[in-house]
């Protein structure tokens, strides 16, 4: 099924252009051309991507974006900012504050917007298998209730012996085990072979957190001596066993051999958890290059420069740019374009390679370089080295002036121990400043932003 894109622009024009665009693509498009139209639509049309104007009348972008944001079945659609002007910053840093994911420029690029659109609507279907995932699991919790309520009415009618219990959860596909004064007294053949169990006098003063991987023990043993004190039962209680598997236990008091104890079924949701975990590292990626992407590096930006200012470790910030590249693609060909894209990508991710630091695709053929713990003799270093490993590609740019290969140019800008509170967005500013006075100066190489040689 094709999915449906929601156009917003108060211009006719510039919506049949983007409609042409993508339904030559396969995409189903509605238009609106006004926010309280758009507001509309979105709660009666199954929509996988807006694609948003900035500037409208009564109602502009941001606005509409956050009303979006602010409806619980319209929260998660991905929105694309599609703005005027590539250099109205704090637009566009407002655009992200009020949801959206991404932005493009007008006259919008076919290529760039077809890419990113389909980018997202793969994200949209990975998150309906998700939510199909839960169902199922759902469903699964709905017979593990079943089974425990069966397993509380023959308790509490005491119409069977411990033989009839253990006979009814003997062969259950869902590992039960029993724990009674701190120690496992009782677990079926599943469980047995989740745990890597041979006999019940393995465990029999065995409590059960000694199961679960350390960072998770003291939450496991707090909920089953709660239950096994105040009776009741649990809701799932997601934890991580030793032997790596991802389980939620739901726990209820039980009566074993007179004694008062708790039942514990395990439900393995170690495969749902590794999807989970992809499908969040997929929506920090760049779909292209295979670096980290804008959401991912606003929020890394965010987060190193806090700890700068918290700790007074110094902080640099790169900003690079492939020199000349539209006559690259005006001359090789958009696909040559890509494949220029991820060899520099990787050249890059290969030269800040320590733990910690961070590259990512800012936007077209522009890259930053987040490191931290790195004074300005040290950025520098860093960025002469990804000067030199970007020529050493010898990537052949015969359109470039003079012939030659692919080069790149970088700004670097530090955040100097004592910078006070100075916003990710200077940092940005100062860095972007400086790689334009490289740009300038002819491109291939780097410049260093005057604050931070200064400091």
């Known amino acids: 099924m094709a999915h449906t894109i929601l156009l917003v622009d108060d211009v006719v024009s510039n919506l049949m252009i983007l409609e042409k665009i993508l339904s030559g693509e396969g995409f189903h498009c509605v238009r609106a051309t006004s926010g309280v139209e758009a507001l509309a639509l979105i709660e009666t ?54 949801g959206a994911i991404d932005y493009l420029v007008k006259p919008v690029h076919s290529r760039i917007l077809c890419r990113k659109v389909q980018q997202l609507c793969d994200l949209v279907e990975q998150e309906r298998e998700l939510k199909r995932l839960y169902a199922e699991a759902e469903s699964r919790n709905a017979e593990l209730e079943r089974l425990l309520a069966q397993s509380r009415q023959l308790e509490e009618a005491r119409m069977e012996s411990e033989a009839r219990y253990r006979s009814l959860i003997a062969l259950s596909p869902i590992p039960i085990l029993v724990q009674v004064e701190g120690g496992i007294v009782y677990h079926n053949a599943s469980a047995s072979r989740l745990l890597g169990l041979t006999s019940e006098a393995e465990t029999r003063d065995l409590p059960f957190h000694s199961f679960v991987e350390e960072a998770g023990r003291a939450t496991v043993r707090a909920q089953i001596e709660e239950i ?11 934890c991580r066993l030793t032997g790596g598997n991802y389980v939620e236990l739901s726990i209820g008091c039980i009566l074993f051999d007179d004694k008062l104890g708790v039942q514990m079924a395990i439900q393995d949701v170690t495969a749902h958890k590794v999807l989970q975990d992809e499908l969040a590292r997929l929506s920090q ?9 804008r959401r991912h590096l606003d929020e890394a930006l965010q987060l190193e420069c806090k700890r700068a200012q918290r700790s007074g470790a110094p902080l640099a910030f790169l900003m690079l740019d492939i020199d000349q590249f539209k006559p690259y693609n005006d001359h090789y060909g958009h696909q ?34 987040i490191l931290p713990n790195t004074d300005l003799a040290g950025a520098r270093h860093i960025g002469e080295m990804a000067v030199e490993a970007v020529r050493a590609l010898q990537v052949p740019h015969e359109a470039s002036r003079g012939g030659g290969c692919v080069t790149i140019s970088a700004g670097i800008a530090t955040l100097s121990p004592g910078g006070g509170g100075e916003a990710p967005a200077d940092l940005v500013r100062r860095a972007d400043q400086a790689l334009y006075r490289r740009k300038q100066a002819g491109g291939d190489g780097c410049h260093l932003d005057p604050a931070s040689a200064g400091a």
Do not use: H, W
């Open 45 to 98: 049309e199954p929509v996988s991507v807006v694609l948003l104007d900035v500037q409208m009348p009564d109602m502009d972008g941001c606005e509409v974006a956050r009303r979006i944001r602010a409806r619980g079945n319209t929260a998660g659609v991905p929105i694309i900012f599609i703005t005027a002007s590539a250099t109205a910053e704090e637009a566009v840093f407002d655009g992200y504050a009020a």
């Open 228 to 238: 096994a004190r105040c009776g009741g039962r649990s809701d799932a209680v997601p």
């Open 285 to 293: 990626i760049d779909g292209l290059t295979g670096v980290a992407n």
């Open 336 to 369: 040559a374009g890509d494949e220029c894209l991820k060899r520099v990508a990787e050249a890059l991710g290969n030269t800040a390679s320590r733990p910690g630091d961070l590259v990512a695709r800012y936007g077209g053929e522009e890259f930053v370089a």
